[in-house]
């Protein structure tokens, strides 16, 4: 019996799997976000009490010990905490919009380009560079008194275990890592400013770090691995190893993934190269900064539940009667496969003869082309898996399908959580078949009538894209 850990944005779950891969059981807990004038913090207390909280639930549902734990959690933000592994402050989170201005700065000056030429790491303003330098400019006091600034898994590694302070090469990616050495580029971090504050910088656990838990949440003694995050994660949980495979994660974050054994640091800084336990292999990650959000948003105003979806987009013809959106609606901007701060959502076309459906609609469509250029950019070339919240509508999955004008491996369930025993279980030498543990829920065909449709609304997409782009300088 294994179990996997997600800490997720806004909600932390665990799963656990018996040896075939099969899930047996899930626990999930809702765990708050704080947003305020562009500042999206969490609370680290919370967040570690849902990980307990799902732990013990999960372990009195199932009877027998588990043999070994995988976590994973969200990646990126600031989770400033001192020795013990407890907060000095809130976590800033991935979405942070803060250093916006910071990071206008560095794109004027040449430092963004400089990065990720040494890193294959394009900045944005919830990544720790910009977050960090924001925080020695305006609460110094915060990093004087922090031990370590970690992400989210690590802090839950660290306390549940006692482990001391450490990270793994997939989240010390971004922007810090050298691809090449998978170590930090000490020349980098005293390009943004920060060389005062090395000291803050997690050693990396190359490969991931392990430990015993303490006993809480888990019982004492089961052997738990820290990482990989989330992204990568879902790539091992929904079997995208090979090069030019993909994965898109229709979550809170819309994540483009696709394996490659090259580093090309040339063309537009986006996105980053997150490093693999395996050296030499990396995954081209184009993580646009909202998905299901998005949708979520429009639900909200509109007043239509979740579960209405489905029937809404079987309503509404391809091209959602002229009705469009560009799903930016992240405020901290746009990060991949472009990086601008100040790019906000749009909506075109709308009228008074404009439905909640063609609203829902077009949303997803918008959804739709964003990771259509995300995979493009990230390099694209075989199959594409596809997991997350999205997968749960058999309607939204189809207009994907069509939208992106191929196949999808839909891979349900808590992949990440999935991922996480598998890379836990490559660390303690435990033989899981991988391939049983993958397997697709199914697999959903483009419509050739529909998917021609689209590649055309895909090349509008891109000219108001460019158009907005201009408008938000």
Same mark, same amino acid.
């Given at each position: +019996?294994? @179990?996997?850990?997600?800490?997720?944005?806004?909600?932390?779950?665990?799963? %656990?799997?018996?040896?075939?891969?099969?899930?047996?059981?899930?626990?999930?807990?809702?765990?708050?976000?704080?947003?305020?004038?562009?500042?999206?913090?969490?609370?680290?207390?919370?967040?570690?009490?849902?990980?307990?909280?799902?732990? !013990?639930?999960?372990?009195?549902?199932?009877?027998?010990?588990?043999?070994?734990?995988?976590?994973?959690?969200?990646? /990126?933000?600031?989770?400033?905490?001192?020795?013990?592994?407890?907060?000095?402050?809130? %976590?800033?989170?991935?979405? !942070?919009?803060?250093?916006?201005?910071?990071?206008?700065?560095? *794109?004027? !000056?040449?430092?963004?380009?400089?990065?990720?030429?040494?890193?294959?790491?394009?900045?944005?303003?919830?990544?720790?560079?910009?977050?960090?330098?924001?925080?020695?400019?305006?609460?110094?006091?915060?990093? /004087?008194?922090?031990?370590?600034?970690?992400?989210?898994? !690590?802090?839950?590694?660290?306390?549940?275990?006692?482990?001391?302070?450490?990270?793994?090469?997939?989240?010390?990616?971004?922007?810090?890592?050298?691809?090449?050495?998978?170590?930090?580029?000490?020349?980098?971090?005293?390009?943004?400013?920060?060389?005062?504050?090395?000291?803050?910088?997690? &050693?990396?656990?190359?490969?991931?770090?392990?430990?015993?838990?303490?006993?809480?949440?888990?019982?004492?003694?089961?052997?738990?691995?820290?990482?990989?995050?989330?992204?990568?994660?879902?790539?091992?949980?929904?079997?995208?190893?090979?090069?030019? /495979?993909?994965?898109?994660?229709?979550?809170?974050?819309?994540?483009?993934? @696709?394996?490659?054994?090259?580093?090309?640091?040339?063309?537009?800084?986006?996105?980053?190269?997150?490093?693999?336990?395996?050296?030499?292999?990396?995954?081209?990650? +184009?993580?646009? +900064?909202?998905?299901?959000?998005?949708? /979520?948003?429009?639900?909200?105003?509109?007043?239509?539940?979740?579960?209405?979806?489905?029937?809404?987009?079987? %309503?509404?013809?391809?091209?959602?009667?002229?009705?469009?959106?560009?799903?930016?609606?992240? &405020?901290?901007?746009?990060?991949?496969?472009? @990086?601008?701060?100040?790019?906000?959502?749009?909506?075109?076309?709308?009228?008074?003869?404009?439905? &909640?459906?063609?609203?829902?609609?077009?949303?997803?469509?918008?959804?739709?082309?964003?990771?259509?250029?995300?995979?493009?950019?990230?390099?694209?070339?075989?199959?594409?898996? @596809?997991?997350?919240?999205?997968?749960?509508?058999?309607?939204?999955?189809?207009? *994907?399908?069509?939208?992106?004008?191929?196949?999808?491996?839909?891979?349900?369930?808590?992949?990440?959580?999935?991922?996480?025993?598998?890379?836990?279980?490559?660390?303690?030498?435990?033989?899981?078949?991988?391939? %049983?543990?993958?397997?697709?829920?199914?697999?959903?065909?483009?419509?050739?009538?529909?998917?021609?449709?689209?590649?055309?609304?895909?090349?509008?997409?891109?000219?108001?894209?460019?158009?907005?782009?201009?408008?938000?300088?």
């Amino acid at each position: +019996m294994y @179990v996997g850990i997600d800490v997720g944005t806004s909600t932390v779950k665990a799963a %656990a799997f018996d040896d075939s891969g099969r899930e047996l059981a899930v626990a999930a807990r809702l765990v708050g976000l704080s947003m305020h004038g562009g500042f999206v913090e969490q609370d680290m207390d919370e967040v570690y009490g849902a990980v307990v909280a799902v732990l !013990d639930e999960l372990t009195a549902e199932v009877d027998e010990p588990f043999e070994l734990a995988g976590l994973t959690g969200q990646g /990126d933000g600031v989770w400033l905490v001192d020795a013990d592994g407890r907060p000095v402050r809130a %976590a800033a989170s991935w979405m !942070d919009g803060r250093a916006h201005e910071l990071l206008d700065q560095w *794109l004027a !000056d040449g430092t963004f380009e400089t990065v990720f030429r040494r890193t294959g790491s394009a900045m944005f303003p919830g990544c720790p560079g910009p977050l960090l330098a924001w925080l020695a400019a305006h609460e110094p006091a915060a990093l /004087d008194a922090a031990a370590t600034a970690l992400y989210c898994k !690590d802090m839950v590694f660290q306390r549940l275990t006692g482990a001391r302070a450490t990270t793994d090469v997939s989240d010390a990616s971004m922007p810090f890592l050298d691809p090449r050495t998978r170590s930090y580029d000490n020349g980098v971090v005293e390009l943004l400013g920060l060389t005062r504050r090395r000291r803050l910088l997690a &050693p990396v656990a190359d490969p991931v770090a392990t430990a015993e838990t303490r006993g809480e949440g888990l019982p004492a003694g089961t052997r738990i691995a820290n990482g990989p995050y989330d992204l990568p994660a879902c790539a091992l949980g929904a079997g995208v190893t090979e090069p030019g /495979d993909g994965l898109l994660i229709v979550g809170t974050c819309l994540a483009s993934l @696709v394996a490659t054994t090259e580093l090309d640091l040339s063309g537009e800084p986006a996105g980053l190269y997150i490093s693999l336990d395996r050296p030499g292999h990396w995954l081209r990650a +184009m993580p646009a +900064m909202v998905g299901t959000a998005a949708l /979520d948003w429009v639900l909200t105003t509109t007043g239509v539940r979740h579960e209405e979806v489905d029937a809404l987009l079987a %309503a509404t013809p391809a091209g959602a009667n002229g009705v469009r959106v560009l799903p930016y609606f992240a &405020p901290s901007g746009e990060r991949a496969p472009f @990086v601008e701060p100040r790019l906000r959502a749009e909506l075109t076309g709308v009228s008074l003869e404009s439905t &909640p459906a063609d609203l829902i609609r077009a949303t997803c469509e918008g959804i739709g082309y964003a990771a259509r250029h995300c995979l493009e950019a990230a390099g694209l070339t075989g199959s594409l898996a @596809v997991c997350g919240g999205g997968t749960r509508s058999p309607a939204w999955m189809r207009l *994907l399908a069509d939208v992106l004008g191929r196949p999808l491996r839909v891979v349900e369930g808590e992949v990440g959580a999935r991922g996480a025993v598998l890379a836990a279980a490559e660390r303690y030498g435990v033989p899981l078949d991988a391939g %049983a543990w993958t397997r697709p829920t199914e697999i959903v065909e483009p419509d050739a009538g529909r998917a021609a449709f689209y590649a055309k609304g895909f090349e509008d997409h891109l000219a108001r894209l460019t158009a907005a782009r201009h408008r938000s300088r």
